[in-house]
Structure formats: C-alpha cells, structure tokens
C-alpha cells in the first residue's frame, strides 16, 4: 500500500514526501520492509522521503534498526517540509495503520 502511492506520486511528478505516522504505535517487519522500499523508490527518483510526528515505539524501532540514520525524522511537518527546500511538488502521505501492522 505504501510503496503503490509512492509510484503514484512519483509518476504525477511528487519526489519529495513526507510520511506522517502520527497516531501509529507499531510496526512490523514488513512495514519497515515498505518504508525502506519507499525510500529507495524516491531516492531513485532523483527525491525523498522524510518521516513526521513519530512515536516513541517505533522511533525506538528505527534505532533498533539503525534506520534512524537513513530516515530523517522531524516532530513537526512545518519544519519537515522546510527541509526539503523550495520544493513545488511535495506531497505528505497519511498513514493508516494498516500500511505497517500486518
């Protein structure tokens, strides 16, 4: 679910997106499977992908993981998006719990 409305904003030519995982208390493996697939899509696209409003559980994770050092990750989207730069085509994708908790 995430990595299909990656291709989909990358495809309408949106590279930069932020995820916001607010209201997410876990993640399994194959959510972290699909955000590190999201990642390199963007990247690959010549963008990114930032990560916004992350709880202490899977901020947790992501150190756990060491994937705190390859996702940026912001407390707030104001200063999320002003991160990316003057970027006109930047799209946040809301996620469902269901994107990270099989």
Not at 59 to 64: D, G, P, S
Not at 72 to 87: C, L, N, T
């Amino acid at each position: 679910m995430l990595c299909e409305k990656t291709w989909e904003l990358i495809l309408t030519g949106c590279r930069w997106i932020l995820i916001d995982m607010a209201g997410l208390s876990s993640i399994d493996c194959f959510g972290m499977g699909d955000l590190i697939t999201a990642l390199t899509t963007a990247r690959d696209a010549g963008g990114d992908i930032k990560l916004v409003n992350v709880g202490a559980p899977i901020k947790r994770m992501l150190q756990l993981t060491r994937l705190d050092t390859v996702f940026e990750i912001h407390d707030d989207e104001v200063r999320a998006a002003k991160s990316f730069g003057p970027r006109q085509t930047m799209s946040v994708i809301e996620t469902p719990s269901e994107c990270f908790v099989g």
